[in-house]
């Protein structure tokens, strides 16, 4: 884990028991980044940490002060993505609960997000 940001790395060690956790091995867009069943949940982008989250909880944390709407570069924002300006102590708190909101999602839809999963 030396090549990636000493405190991503705290995050990455926090989900390294989890069965359903990936580190994307790609180049490009999201490299390095967790996934929870092959979705994004948190990642570094451009040295800031990046994690994905329920719209009214986005809002609530930039109205704090403590995040920044992310935009992955073609300039339009993401509504339910957060660039994260906290200190690193959230850093892992914050993934967790990506982790939690990502994984629920799959839950409630079907392969591509397609409509609800009945049983």
């Keep these: 884990m030396s090549d ?3 405190l991503f790395a705290k995050v990455v060690k ?3 028991g989890k069965r359903d956790v990936t580190r994307q091995s790609a180049k490009g867009f999201g490299s390095g980044a967790l996934k929870v069943n092959g979705k ?3 990642m570094m982008s451009k040295a800031e940490f990046v994690v994905k989250l329920p719209r009214l ?3 609530q944390i930039i ?3 403590q995040g920044t709407r992310f935009d992955p570069g073609h ?4 509504r339910e993505w957060v660039v994260v300006t ?3 102590g959230e850093w892992v708190e ?3 609960e990506a982790y939690r909101f990502v994984k629920g999602q799959q839950k409630k839809t079907g392969p591509r997000g397609q409509g609800e999963i009945r049983s």
């Design 75 to 78: 300039g339009i924002v993401m």
């Design 14 to 16: 926090a989900f390294a």
């Design 86 to 88: 906290v200190t690193e």
């Design 63 to 65: 109205a704090a002060g």
């Design 40 to 42: 994004i949940f948190a």
């Design 4 to 6: 990636i940001d000493p």
């Design 94 to 96: 914050l993934g967790k």
């Design 57 to 59: 909880r986005v809002d």
